[in-house]
């Protein structure tokens, strides 16, 4: 299983960017979906995260301005990101709980994603 994100890139403050992340592979369910971020020098926290039925929750700094989402039918999580702050500048990284074809839940990070926002 493989979790590819994209989307990233540079923004002005008060702009907007969305972030898509593909699982493939020998994939049978997923579970959660979320995204995280990691800016310099700080630890990873998580941003948004879905469940399977659709329920969300946010981080409370982007409450708000950001909206997570996903596609059961594509296997893709988005991160919509409204009114870019400086401060949400970091690499973001997605993340997913996934049922292989005769196997449990594993747990999988995609390669990260970097954002920049310029003031």
């Known amino acids: 299983v493989q979790l590819q994100a994209s989307g990233g890139g540079l923004v002005l403050a008060g702009g907007s960017l969305r972030l898509s992340c593909v699982a493939s592979g020998s994939i049978f369910s997923i579970n959660g979906m979320g995204w995280y971020r990691q800016a310099p020098g700080k630890q990873r926290e998580l941003v948004a995260h879905i469940t399977t039925g659709g329920r969300t929750n946010y981080v409370d700094s982007v409450k708000g301005r950001f909206t997570i989402s996903r596609d059961n039918a594509k296997n893709t999580v988005y991160l919509q990101m409204n009114d870019l702050k400086p401060e949400d500048t970091a690499v973001y990284y997605c993340?997913?709980?996934?049922?292989?074809?005769?196997?449990?839940?594993?747990?999988?990070w995609g390669q990260g994603t970097l954002v920049t926002v310029s003031s």
């Open positions: 993340n997913a709980d996934v049922m292989s074809r005769g196997s449990g839940y594993n747990n999988y």
